[in-house]
């Protein structure tokens, strides 16, 4: 039983790394460097301030930027749920396992269905983040 918890939760805590991650990497994309949304080659110094200038005129965050943050958002919760969900799955299929060994093979096909239709939701809310970056 305790080992059951045990799975649950490393599972909900490397999914829900995985989720900060990703967020971060989007985040990332759109507020830092040369690589991000904002970046744009200038070839002066002077250019440069200018367009800080203007950036922070307009507010900081431009329709690009929104929708990476609503991408990354979508996607983030969606794995944290999914996370949270495969756990728990995981969690009772074992403790079932448990109680009745002779019925393991029904007990991990039902909890495999299971999980292929969360990670079925997870999937479709990657799909309504990659269109709204590329479609909206």
């Known amino acids: 039983m305790k080992r059951a918890i045990k799975i649950k939760y490393a599972t909900a805590a490397v999914m829900a790394l995985v989720a900060l991650a990703s967020l971060c990497v989007v985040l990332g994309l759109v507020f830092g460097g040369s690589g991000s949304v904002f970046a744009e080659e200038t070839e002066t110094p002077a250019e440069a301030a200018e367009e800080v200038a203007e950036v922070g005129e307009a507010g900081g965050i431009t329709d690009t930027g929104m929708k990476a943050i609503a991408a990354a958002i979508a996607v983030g919760v969606a794995a944290a749920a999914g996370a949270i969900g495969m756990a728990i799955a995981i969690a009772k299929s074992n403790e079932s396992i448990a109680r009745q060994p002779e019925a393991k093979a029904d007990i991990r096909s039902s909890m495999m269905l299971g999980l ?11 799909i309504v983040a990659i269109l709204l970056i590329f479609v909206l």
């Open 116 to 126: 292929v239709f969360i990670e079925t939701a997870i999937i479709y809310a990657l």
